[in-house]
T-cell receptor, first 110, second 117 residues
Framework: RKEVEQDPGPFNVPEGATVAFNCTYS??????FFWYRQDCRKEPKLLMS???SGNEDGRFTAQLNRASQYISLLIRDSKLSDSATYLC???????????FGSGTRLLVRP | GAGVSQSPSNKVTEKGKDVELRCDPI?????LYWYRQSLGQGLEFLIY????????KSGLPSDRFSAERTGGSVSTLTIQRTQQEDSAVYLC???????????????FGEGSRLTVL
C-alpha cells in the first residue's frame, strides 16, 4: 500500500459547485496533515494545515478521520481560479520526512 | 528575496554528463528537501536533510544521485552520468516548524528543470 493515496481525478465541476476529495494515509502515527495546491508548471503552495479533527478557512474545509486514516478537502462555491492539483501530505511529529500524495486534479468550468 | 532559491532554473545536458543543482533555503530553516516531478506526475521524494545530516536517503533513484548540505544552509543535488529518464523538474523545499512544534509549512523553490538529450 502506498504511504499516501489520492484519486488523480480530474474532478470536473461547474462554478459554484461543492466538491470534495479524499486522501488516505497508511501510517497511523501521522499527527498533522497539509493540503498543498499546485498550479500547472508552478511549485506547490500551502493551502491548509490540519492538526486536530479538521480546519476551515473560508470556502475550504479539511476533515480528518483518524479511525479510517483519511483526510478530506471540501471546497464550497468553486471558482475558476480553484482549478489546480491538490496534494496531501501527512506528517509525524517525530519526523521531518514528508511524502506527498500524487495529487487530485480539479477543473472548474464556467 | 527571502524565499527558497534554486539554480539553474533550466538545464539542458547531454546523456552521460554530470549535473549539479543548487538550493538555497530560507535562512534558519532546519529541514531541507529534494523532490523530483516528471511531467504530469506527482512529487517523488528524493532526500531530506536535518541540519547537514540526511536521515533518509531511500528516495534517491540510484547511486548516480547524491546530495549534500553544508553549513546547515545550501544544498547540492548531483546527478552523475545523466540518463534521459532523469529529465524532470527538481524541486527543493525548506521547512519551518511553527510555534508549538506541531505543525509548520514547507516552502518550495521554483524548481530546476532538467532536460537530458
Amino acid at each position: 500500500r502506498k504511504e499516501v493515496e489520492q484519486d488523480p481525478g480530474p474532478f470536473n465541476v461547474p462554478e459554484g459547485a461543492t466538491v470534495a476529495f479524499n486522501c488516505t494515509y497508511s501510517n497511523s502515527a501521522s499527527q498533522s496533515f497539509f493540503w498543498y495546491r499546485q498550479d500547472c508548471r508552478k511549485e506547490p503552495k500551502l493551502l491548509m494545515s490540519v492538526y486536530s479533527s479538521g480546519n476551515e478557512d473560508g470556502r475550504f474545509t479539511a476533515q480528518l478521520n483518524r479511525a479510517s486514516q483519511y483526510i478530506s478537502l471540501l471546497i464550497r462555491d468553486s471558482k475558476l481560479s480553484d482549478s489546480a492539483t491538490y496534494l496531501c501530505v501527512p506528517r509525524m511529529d517525530s519526523s521531518y520526512k514528508l511524502i506527498f500524495g500524487s495529487g487530485t486534479r480539479l477543473l472548474v468550468r464556467p | 528575496g527571502a524565499g527558497v532559491s534554486q539554480s539553474p532554473s533550466n538545464k539542458v545536458t547531454e546523456k552521460g554528463k554530470d549535473v549539479e543543482l543548487r538550493c538555497d533555503p530560507i535562512s534558519g530553516h532546519t529541514a531541507l528537501y529534494w523532490y523530483r516531478q516528471s511531467l504530469g506526475q506527482g512529487l517523488e521524494f528524493l532526500i531530506y536533510f536535518q541540519g547537514n545530516s540526511a536521515p533518509d536517503k531511500s528516495g534517491l533513484p540510484s547511486d548516480r544521485f547524491s546530495a549534500e548540505r553544508t553549513g546547515g544552509s545550501v544544498s547540492t543535488l548531483t546527478i552523475q552520468r545523466t540518463q534521459q529518464e532523469d529529465s524532470a523538474v527538481y524541486l527543493c523545499a525548506s521547512f519551518e516548524l511553527l510555534a508549538g512544534g506541531r505543525t509548520g509549512e514547507l516552502f518550495f523553490g521554483e524548481g530546476s528543470r532538467l532536460t537530458v538529450l
